[in-house]
Nanobody, 114 residues
Framework: QVQLVESGGGLVQPGGSLRLSCAAS????????MGWYRQAPGKQRDLVAL??????TSYADSVKGRFTISRNNAKTVYLQMNSLKPEDTAVYYC?????????WGQGTQVTVSS
């Protein structure tokens, strides 16, 4: 089992920045990838960004050039979000892929509004 704890969400004005953090604990050996998804009210949960154990990254088209995913060790992943837009408002979920199975955090709310 892998436990994930997210932090860093909140309310920010359009054009502002936030940094999300996700700390993994438990059986964190052989994590294949870590990433972030988001879900807005009434919409499906979509991939925002992913980083593999080898350091390769991928992003949703809607966030390219504005968001950056990074890892500082095998168990912590970050999402730096710049130039935030109202359409970025959603619950953001941390995700870990390990051993063919996926694990989710509890989610953190990000609201972009003036």
């Amino acid at each position: 089992q892998v436990q994930l704890v997210e932090s860093g969400g909140g309310l920010v004005q359009p054009g502002g920045s936030l940094r999300l953090s996700c700390a993994a604990s438990g059986n964190i050996f052989n994590i294949n990838a870590m990433g972030w998804y988001r879900q807005a009210p009434g919409k499906q949960r979509d991939l925002v960004a992913l980083i593999t154990s080898g350091g390769s990254t991928s992003y949703a088209d809607s966030v390219k050039g504005r968001f950056t995913i990074s890892r500082n060790n095998a168990k912590t992943v970050y999402l730096q979000m710049n130039s935030l837009k109202p359409e970025d408002t959603a619950v953001y979920y941390c995700y870990v892929l390990r051993g063919g199975g996926g694990y989710w955090g509890q989610g953190t709310q990000v609201t972009v509004s003036s």
